[in-house]
């Protein structure tokens, strides 16, 4: 009982920490930590043992797989370079100029001064995805940071465990390189048959709950299988943690395709979940080891003044190395022509934000706590760990929202966000209509339209989003919503009277709340943040880049539809004909004229002409520019 509540009480003062950081702006790891901290001297707090087998095995596989899951195998790949440089080159960089600082600074042998590198090298998974979620960074260099901490841990165990033999004896650089290739190669392998097997399963599998508990053990399958692999006369073991990441990675790409649409959506929500509640727990949990590493100082003989200056150094030495490699990685690559075209090089703000994005995490205490206990002067070098990972989230954590202003680094542009997602629904909702089309026979005509009709409401809901006025969508939305909630009291009416049986009004109810989830959320986006300015056309639609060069007509009825206009109709928003000025409504609007003067004059591109909308559409190719 006693562990039980210690848990429900952990878990709960993590889960208030990070709504009240929420609710008053603040980092929630930073709050999480100093709530720790201040709780680890409070003497009925009992001790929190944050052990290696607790991170590795209990916290680390489900938090990896969570965010492997949700990260985009295409962009994973389309970014290897900078997220190898970083998650292999810097770790090992990092690892080096620790050691060699380390080494010069306290009275270790420099086997010692490189697993302390190792421990601090690597920046955490959790830590990034919590910066970037708060602050809003742009989408390459969140998938580059959440990358490069979803491989760096495999790095730094493997050189941790490399030095911790070296402590042992001689290892030599056949060894070394081996270990590497037997980990990084036996760990990708690994995850690569899990996520084969756990994928055929899952094809299999008909009952959604039993899909998502096989989704629940697959971290720790690919992890443990990994682990405990030995190949005869290497001793080292495939990477667990890169298995985790492989299997999420290839799992979560090939989920549309293995998965049931509600298996999905459970899924979703139920890692969503766990990992909202490990995140807020680990950074509670590091706050917890203060006392006990602070009191693991007493029978060093190095004197206080001496380790805090050794740790500031370390940390310092930790962020400065981090900006020393992330230009040299940036841009020497790209002086290889072929590179060069293909990814051109940043401007210099970009390097910076990654470089300062360095903020290290729960895998680097956790990996202090793997030096064997007759390691020399090892409380002092928990105590670095703890002081790095405390400073690079105060320090890093703290002061990259200015940074981001300060550069005018900015997130996803919501209004671009919208078109891209219109332009998707688009294509979409085309594909599914072009299969109604075919089935026009089979289905009753007033079945078909009205089928036809929703799939075109979904399309027009997403471009309404442009828009400032409450749209048509979104007064269908606000409607719906109020009805389902009068709906929702009259069957809970109907339960207080025992009426109807129980079972019945559970289903009622669950369809109801079906339906309130999938009412189109309708925001429009602010003008303030949008560009007028019509940018050229790079695609391959022919039409869209010849109208990029044109001069846009002058609107014939400016800010009115004609033909609204003459009928003394109403419309939703404007589309300008770029062939002859024409002013037409929007699909939204009841009339959609700018549809029907594309299908009577057949003048090939229209643009938006509401404030602050630059982007343009081609009817011929159906594709936004």
């Known amino acids: 009982m006693e562990i039980a509540l210690t848990l429900v009480t952990l878990i709960a003062i993590a889960i208030a920490g990070s709504v009240i950081a929420e609710r008053y702006t603040v980092s929630t790891p930073l709050l999480l930590i100093v709530l720790g901290s201040a709780a680890s001297y409070v003497p009925v707090v009992p001790d929190f043992e944050l052990t290696p087998t607790v991170v590795l ?64 090298a690597p920046p955490d998974a959790v830590a990034a995805s919590a910066v970037a979620r708060r602050v809003g960074m742009p989408r390459r260099v969140v998938t580059i940071l959440e990358g490069e901490s979803l491989v760096n841990d495999a790095t730094a ?63 720790w399958i690919a992890y443990v299988l990994a682990e405990e692999i030995h190949l005869p006369g290497i001793d080292v073991h495939p990477s667990g943690v890169l298995a985790v990441v492989v299997a999420g990675l290839l799992l979560g790409h090939k989920s549309p395709a293995i998965q049931s649409a509600t298996s999905r959506l459970f899924e979703r929500t139920n890692w969503a979940t766990i990992s909202f509640v490990l995140e807020n727990c680990v950074f509670l949990l590091i706050g917890l080891q203060a006392k006990s590493i602070v009191d693991g100082l007493a029978a060093e003989d190095l004197g206080g003044s001496r380790i ?33 075209r293909a990814d051109p090089p940043p401007p210099w703000a970009i390097p910076t934000v990654v470089g ?49 202003r300060a550069l005018k680094v900015r997130g996803p542009d919501p209004h671009e966000d919208h078109i891209q997602e219109a332009t998707a629904y688009q294509s979409a909702v085309n594909a599914g209509l072009a299969w109604l089309d075919e089935q026009d026979d089979d289905i009753d005509p007033a079945v078909a339209e009205r089928v036809r009709q929703r799939a075109m409401d979904r399309t027009n809901a997403v471009w309404e989003r442009l828009g400032g006025l409450e749209t048509p969508s979104a007064q269908y939305s606000r409607a719906r919503a109020a009805m389902l909630e009068r709906e929702r009291a009259a069957i809970l009416d109907l339960r207080r009277r025992g009426t109807i049986d129980q079972a019945i009004l559970r289903r009622v109810l669950a369809a109801l709340d079906v339906e309130e989830s999938i009412l189109d959320t309708v925001e429009p986006v602010s003008t303030a943040e949008r560009d007028e300015d019509l940018r050229v056309f790079s695609g391959d639609c022919e039409h869209l880049r010849a109208f990029c060069t044109m001069d846009t007509p002058s609107p014939r009825t400016p800010g009115a539809c004609e033909e609204c206009q003459r009928d003394g109709a109403t419309w939703v928003s404007l589309r300008l004909c770029l062939t002859c000025g024409h002013v037409g409504c929007c699909n939204s609007s009841p009339g959609k004229h700018a549809d029907a003067h594309f299908a009577e004059s057949g003048h090939p591109v229209m643009r938006s002409i509401e404030p602050g909308e630059a982007w343009r559409w081609c009817y011929v190719d159906e594709i936004v520019g």
């Open 157 to 219: 165990i493997v050189t941790l465990r490399t030095a911790i033999a070296a402590m042992a004896g001689v290892v030599s650089v056949w060894e070394i390189g081996l270990g590497f290739l037997v980990s990084a190669v036996g760990g990708a392998a690994v995850g690569l048959v899990v996520a084969i097997v756990i994928g055929k399963i899952r094809r299999r599998l008909q009952n959604d709950l039993a899909d998502v508990a096989v989704s629940l053990l697959t971290p």
């Open 356 to 404: 300062w994005a360095g903020m290290r995490g729960v895998v680097t205490l956790a990996a202090a706590f793997l030096l064997p206990h007759d390691t020399p002067h090892r409380p002092v070098l928990v105590m670095i760990a703890f002081v790095v990972t405390v400073g690079t989230l105060l320090i890093q954590g703290l002061t990259l929202p200015i940074l981001l």
């Open 308 to 340: 805090a200056l050794v740790s500031v150094l370390v940390l310092v030495t930790v962020i400065a190395l981090r900006m020393i490699w992330i230009y040299p990685a940036t841009y020497v690559p790209r002086w290889i022509p072929s590179v060069r």
């Open 57 to 120: 095995v209990g916290l680390l596989p489900p938090l990896l797989y969570a965010s492997a899951i949700q990260t985009s195998l295409i962009d994973f790949a389309a970014n290897r370079r900078p997220i190898a440089l970083l998650s292999i080159g810097l770790v090992v960089f990092t690892v080096l100029g620790v050691g060699a600082v380390a080494h010069a600074l306290l009275p270790i042998s420099w086997p010692v001064a490189f697993a302390l590198g190792a421990v601090v």
